[in-house]
């Protein structure tokens, strides 16, 4: 069975250029989210989806940051424009849902990452 | 005060020690307990996951949750070169994921 596939898994651009990143979850998997893992640190919840709704997008920086996900499958992440700040590698993961039971059990998966560089 | 509060590191081990990673929590909601093991440049990956006190075994590995002084700690025997990773301790309550910083380890042949 695949996995959480990413992509690119590498971005670097200049400040100010808009970037977006896409995720395919494990089929079936209801719930998408987008984390932020920062150098040395934990993965930081930017959305999260049950299907096609965003039900938990309190830490989403919405002046630059959007996302989107379609059809209740693939997600898009987007910044525009980006800033010095915002280098990272951005994590997607998807869960089964988790009033099914699915996330009960802790299993997050998660994609490889896109590593992004803002010069 | 951050939800889950982890030993940073980095901790460097001969082959074959004993590893002892900790964390602490806040928030005594019910909720569950998980060590995720993340390779360099990979996604992290569940390792083992818990919602009681006490001890939890799976191979070389003892997850620990202690309730009573909100401490988690994650135990490897005869620790391995392939076990260098960074290891997240996270824990799960209200539909939401809350994970520590990480502690990179390093296990030397």
């Known amino acids: 069975e695949a996995g959480v596939v990413q992509s690119p898994r590498y971005k670097i651009i200049e400040k100010k250029q808009p970037v977006a990143f896409w995720c395919n979850p494990i089929?079936?998997?209801?719930?998408l989210y987008w984390y932020l893992q920062n150098l040395g640190q934990g993965p930081e919840l930017l959305i999260r989806?049950?299907?096609?709704?965003?039900?938990?997008d309190s830490q989403l920086p919405k002046d630059r940051f959007s996302a989107e996900r379609l059809k209740g499958v693939d997600s898009t992440l987007k910044i525009q424009p980006a800033e010095l700040g915002d280098s990272a590698v951005y994590l997607c993961?998807?869960?089964?849902?988790?009033?099914?039971?699915?996330?009960?059990?802790?299993?997050?998966?998660f994609g490889e990452g896109s590593r992004l560089t803002v010069l | 005060q951050k939800e889950v509060e982890q030993d940073p590191g980095p901790l460097s081990v001969p082959e074959g020690a004993i590893v002892s990673l900790n964390c602490t929590y806040s928030?005594?909601?019910?909720?569950?307990f998980m060590w995720y093991r993340q390779y360099s440049r990979k996604g992290p990956e569940l390792l083992m996951y818990?919602?009681?006190?006490g001890n939890k075994e799976d191979g070389r590995f003892t997850a620990q949750v202690d309730k009573s002084s909100k401490y988690i700690s994650l135990f490897i025997r005869d620790s391995q070169p392939s076990d260098s990773a960074t290891y997240l301790c996270?824990?799960?309550?209200?539909?939401?994921?809350?994970f520590g910083s990480g502690t990179k380890l390093n296990v030397k042949p």
């Open positions: 993961a998807s869960s089964l849902d988790p009033t099914s039971g699915g996330a009960d059990t802790g299993e997050l998966f």
């Open positions: 089929s079936g998997h209801n719930t």
């Open positions: 989806y049950e299907n096609e709704e965003a039900v938990d």
């Open positions: 928030n005594s909601a019910f909720q569950y």
């Open positions: 818990t919602y009681s006190s």
């Open positions: 996270a824990k799960y309550n209200f539909n939401k994921f809350y």
